[in-house]
């Protein structure tokens, strides 16, 4: 079970993006054969970011992460993508997991992914708004707060999709629920944004 993630964001150089998405996916194997519960790598389609490379892994002990990310180094997929200037890291935080849940084995091909602040923690209303999510057409979802990074201390919901028309269907009936509007009223909201997986 994950109870950790690390999430980097990387800027591909002109016409490298293809490429760079397909080291990851490398990246994400070995991350995975290496300890990872799991992996996530794709493409932000909207933001200030737009057009960067995400990886997100999962992790059941820190230990983990620093036992990979001690191997990177070595690997020729990452010095092809790293030390070639071929792509810049521009962002990483890690946090702690105080919620998954998983409705589908079916592959996703999108996440969404939001980011913001509060006083509390907020689980429950987190744990009814996913509900309406995973009603709704998610796949799969987990929240939680970012402990090291730019971000720390702020929160974070990721959830999974099959296609934008799910995203579409979740948020007409989240807009429709009084728990989403009382939800969202108690946070400050600093981006939602799409991720499409590869």
């Known amino acids: 079970m994950a109870n950790y993630f690390v999430i980097s964001r990387a800027k591909p150089k002109s016409g490298y993006a293809a490429t760079g998405l397909k080291h990851l996916k490398t990246l994400a194997d070995f991350t995975k ?45 990452y010095k092809e993508m790293f030390s070639t200037g071929n792509m810049e890291i521009t962002g990483r935080g890690i946090g702690r997991i105080h919620h998954r849940e998983s409705g589908s084995s079916d592959k996703p091909k999108y996440m969404v ?3 913001f602040s509060s006083k509390t923690e907020m689980l429950d209303e987190a744990k009814q708004v996913m509900g309406i999510f995973m009603e709704n057409g998610a796949l799969s ?12 201390g702020d929160r974070v919901m990721g959830v999974r999709y099959p296609s934008l028309d799910a995203i579409q269907n979740a948020y007409e009936a989240a807009r429709a629920s009084e728990v989403y509007a009382s939800a969202l009223s108690d946070v400050e909201l600093h981006f939602r944004n799409v991720i499409r997986l590869g």
């Open 33 to 77: 054969e290496n300890g990872a519960v799991h992996c996530d790598v794709g493409v932000l389609q909207t933001g200030a970011n737009a057009g960067s490379l995400i990886a997100a892994m999962f992790v059941e002990k820190m230990a983990t992460i620093e036992n990979i990310f001690d191997h990177f180094p070595n690997q020729e997929f």
């Open 141 to 152: 979802c987990g929240y939680a707060t970012f402990g090291a990074g730019d971000y720390a």
């Open 113 to 115: 992914l939001t980011k």
